[in-house]
Every structure is written in structure tokens, then in C-alpha cells.
Nanobody, 123 residues
Framework: QVQLVESGGGLVQAGGSLRLSCATSRRTFSNYFMGWFRQAPGKEREFVAAISRFGRSTRYADSVKGRFTISRDNAKNTVYLQMNSLQSEDTAVYYC????????????????WGQGTQVTVSS
């Protein structure tokens, strides 16, 4: 099982920025498609962004397009989520996840998950 560790969450004012990181010790990181999901209180987990194995393809939820950017550094076994123009609706626990099969927005396709990092946006 892949161990994923998120970091970079915190409290930020509306309009501000944060960069989340998700690191793994697995040396086969480049074999994995990576995704970011989030879960707000009382809501279901939702897709945020995903990236292909070498970063050539990405997917975004409509709610974050133009504001969030997913990227990865396979040499550092890390995937990032740059979040700009944050809004109160972005408040949630953010999770990274990995899967071996495809670039997908479906959480059910991701086998391994991190523990999550809290992002709180104050208005």
C-alpha cells in the first residue's frame, strides 16, 4: 500500500493562496496517477484535480478551474496543489490519492489515500 502524506494546509483569508503537497516514499511514484479530493463538513467527498503519470494531462473540477493548479515532481515523489483566489467554499479537508489505472475524477478508482490536511478560508 502506498503511504501518502499531505501538508501545507492552514488558515487563509479569502482571496489568498496556499500550496498543498503530498509526498510518498514509494520509488515507483511515476507509475501512479494522482488526484486531490476534498470534503467539507456535512458534505460528501468531491473531486478537485487529477494529474497523469508524467504531468502531461490534468483534470479539474469546474469549481476550481482557473484558480487551482495540480502539478507533480516525480524526482521528489510529490504532487502539489496550488490554490489561488481561495473562497470560503473551498474550506474542507483536502486529501491526495493515487491509482495505477487511469486519469479519473472518480474517487472509487483511487486505492490509496492520505490522512488529509485542513484548509480553512475566512471571509
Amino acid at each position: 500500500q502506498v503511504q501518502l502524506v499531505e501538508s501545507g494546509g492552514g488558515l487563509v483569508q479569502a482571496g489568498g493562496s496556499l500550496r498543498l503537497s503530498c509526498a510518498t516514499s514509494r520509488r515507483t511514484f511515476s507509475n501512479y496517477f494522482m488526484g486531490w479530493f476534498r470534503q467539507a463538513p456535512g458534505k460528501e467527498r468531491e473531486f478537485v484535480a487529477a494529474i497523469s503519470r508524467f504531468g502531461r494531462s490534468t483534470r479539474y473540477a469546474d469549481s476550481v478551474k482557473g484558480r487551482f493548479t495540480i502539478s507533480r515532481d516525480n524526482a521528489k515523489n510529490t504532487v502539489y496543489l496550488q490554490m489561488n483566489s481561495l473562497q470560503s467554499e473551498d474550506t474542507a479537508v483536502y486529501y491526495c490519492a493515487s491509482n495505477l489505472m487511469q486519469l479519473t475524477t472518480a474517487s472509487s478508482e483511487y486505492a490509496d489515500w492520505g490522512q488529509g490536511t485542513q484548509v480553512t478560508v475566512s471571509s
